[in-house]
């Protein structure tokens, strides 16, 4: 399984944007999936996640009410999207997976990873 994402740039304090994690290799149906992110100097932190199957969703608390997550099986890509972003949320965002069905923001539940997608939100 490879992951890929994209959508990152710079944006002003309370725009948005929509990461995307496209997928191949497998069918990211059979996995739960996460969006994490790092700031320079930071710990890697879990922002979100989607069981697979059902779909339930998990949000980081500072980013709730903000993020949404979700996927698109016929493009075997998951999204997350980014609305009222603020400096705080600059980092490197990754997506990652495991076949468990599992809803966790931790990241050593997660087994593949992306590269990750740079965001930055500043004027």
């Known amino acids: 399984l490879q992951l890929v994402e994209s959508g990152g740039g710079l944006v002003q304090p309370a725009g948005s944007l929509r990461l995307s994690c496209a997928a191949s290799?497998?069918?990211?149906?059979?996995?739960?999936i996460g969006w994490f992110r790092q700031a320079p100097e930071k710990e890697r932190e879990g922002v979100a996640s989607?069981?697979?199957?059902?779909?339930?969703?998990l949000y980081a608390d500072s980013v709730k009410g903000r993020f949404a997550i979700s996927r698109d099986s016929a493009r075997n890509t998951v999204y997350l999207q980014m609305n009222s972003l603020n400096p705080e949320d600059t980092g490197v965002y990754y997506c990652?997976?495991?076949?468990?069905?599992?809803?966790?923001?931790?990241?050593?539940?997660?087994?593949?990873w992306g590269q990750g997608t740079q965001v930055t939100v500043s004027t």
């Open positions: 989607i069981t697979r199957a059902g779909g339930s969703k």
């Open positions: 290799g497998d069918s990211l149906d059979y996995y739960s």
């Open positions: 990652a997976t495991t076949p468990k069905f599992t809803q966790t923001l931790r990241s050593r539940d997660y087994e593949y």
